[in-house]
């Protein structure tokens, strides 16, 4: 058929398994765009090698930006008999071109070192959009932080009560791990910035064809060093996926908090209107469905990385049909990430916090007890020691069922002489973060110069 892109030696064509099987046209042709790209620089360089005149080129160019305009609009799409991207816009080209100049553009090329080119390109630009859907939601925690600069809540370890801290603290905790994520991006583009097109099918090729200048036309650094490297390897989109699996899991963390903090018994949060669901039968409910998503769509980007490390496992060098599979696990990977960054930030940015009660839990639960160990520490009490006298005190107000700021003066040094009224001054929250001063600490002072670092890093983001 004339889509085909091989068959000389074949005396007969594919049986109707094999062309179903090996299609890739449903989930390719989001490629056809930087396909042609890719040709109109192969073009150039093959122009500079004498293998095309200043009329041909000239000819190859025009069918290309038409070809180019008619996958633009949809008026050329990819035909059944299509195996994939590659054959279906070499067939639109010689449609434009004619068979001889359009059957001209194959020379010194090859699918295996354009397809691995072109899933380069088509990462690139999408990471630069995660990247930014990424950087909205430290937006937006970083806004929720500076709303509530004050505000105290409970710290946990264990889900238990631990010590206080500042929900600033605790909202930009989720923000670094997010601002890791968008430098991770940034870092991965160097590698991904390298391109793969003159390594042909793996052995690079013999037209005097200059692989640099087809990497500078189309946007990259360099091109590969190796041709087989560059048609065979797949880490960089592997690597794409690991960072595209840690955004979702990092998204998943704070999306947990978010379900627990908006259930009855916490009542930390509550969801905007537009950022939660109702329930078909239960007129009351009001449900954190974006939150829930992002948490079950962590699982799906840790299967699009688990599956394409798995298809890569154990292939020989070079090219090798399996590598069709790289695409579908990146792409939804992208897919994925498009969709979920807007909703999480949008639902971040619009929750409502109930900082009454998240400070009037926040000293609760003995939280204060290891304030009280380093009071005595300051007053020249052993840790050791203080850590046990602290524990008799938190075992007193357990049996009483109070507070340690219920315990009397006379309970305090009944437990240990060391333990003078004074030790009042830190059985407050307020007491309890203005401590923790020293950098990357829960103090206000603290949390505006970690501020102030997260925009510094921000910035250059
Ligand atoms: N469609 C293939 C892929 O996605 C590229 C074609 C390479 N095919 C081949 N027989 N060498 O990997």
């Known amino acids: 058929n004339e889509g085909a892109l091989w068959g000389g030696r074949f005396a007969g064509g594919p049986a109707d398994a094999l062309a179903a099987l090996s299609k890739s046209t449903h989930f390719d042709w989001r490629l056809a765009r930087y396909d042609i790209a890719g040709s109109r620089a192969h073009a150039r360089v093959l122009h500079r090698a004498g293998l095309l005149d200043d009329g041909e080129l000239a000819g190859m160019l025009d069918a290309l930006d038409r070809l180019d305009a008619d996958v633009a609009s949809g008026a050329y799409t990819p035909a059944a008999s299509d195996e994939d991207v590659h054959g279906s816009l070499e067939r639109g080209l010689i449609e434009r071109a004619g068979a001889h100049l359009g ?21 690139r630009d999408h990471a630069k959009i995660v990247a930014r859907g990424v950087l909205a939601t430290v937006d937006a925690l970083v806004a929720q932080a500076e709303a509530h600069p004050r505000a105290a809540m409970p710290g946990r370890t264990h889900l238990q009560h631990a010590q206080p801290v500042l929900l600033s603290h605790h909202l930009l905790a989720h923000a670094w791990a997010l601002v890791r994520d968008v ?21 690079g090729s013999s037209l005097g064809l ?6 500078a036309d189309l946007g990259f650094d360099s091109a590969v060093h190796n041709s087989i490297d560059g048609t065979a ?70 299967g699009d990385l688990t599956g394409l ?12 049909r399996d590598l069709q599979e790289d695409k579908e696990p990146v792409f939804d990977a992208a897919d994925t990430l498009e969709l979920l960054l807007p909703a999480v930030s949008g639902m971040i940015a619009t929750l409502t916090f109930n900082t009454e009660r998240m400070a009037a839990l926040a000293p609760q639960g003995f939280a204060l007890a290891t304030d009280i160990a380093e009071w005595l520490v300051r007053e020249g009490v052993p840790f050791r020691e203080a850590h046990e006298l602290s ?38 929250t307020e007491g309890s973060l203005a401590s923790r001063s020293a950098q990357g600490g829960t103090a206000p002072s603290a949390v505006e110069r970690q501020l102030e670092a997260l925009r510094a890093q921000l910035a250059d983001a």
Do not use: C, H
Not at 107 to 122: E, H, I, K, P, W
Not at 234 to 249: L, P
């Open 233 to 302: 390897s797949r880490d960089v989109f592997a690597e794409f996926a690991w960072v595209a699996a840690m955004i979702g899991v990092d998204l998943s963390r704070v999306s947990e908090e978010i379900i627990l903090w908006a259930t009855k018994e916490f009542s930390f949060v509550t969801l905007d209107d537009a950022y939660s669901t109702g329930s078909s039968i239960m007129p009351q409910k009001k449900n954190p469905d974006v939150a829930e998503l992002a948490r079950g769509k962590a699982g799906r980007l840790i």
């Open 391 to 428: 524990g008799a005190a938190v075992k007193k107000a357990e049996s009483r069922g109070v507070e340690l700021w219920d315990l009397t003066d006379e309970e305090y040094a009944a437990i240990s002489p060391s333990l003078t009224p004074e030790v009042r001054s830190v059985l407050s």
């Open 183 to 203: 430098q991770r991006l940034a870092d991965w583009d160097k590698r991904a910035a390298v391109s793969p097109y003159g390594s042909g099918a793996l052995a």
């Open 103 to 123: 059957g001209k553009l194959r020379a010194g090329r090859s699918r295996n070192d354009q397809v691995a080119t072109l899933g380069r390109m088509f990462l």
């Open 210 to 215: 200059d692989p640099e200048a087809i990497a």
């Open 309 to 320: 490390l798995a298809t890569l496992k154990g292939l020989p060098l070079a090219y090798n």
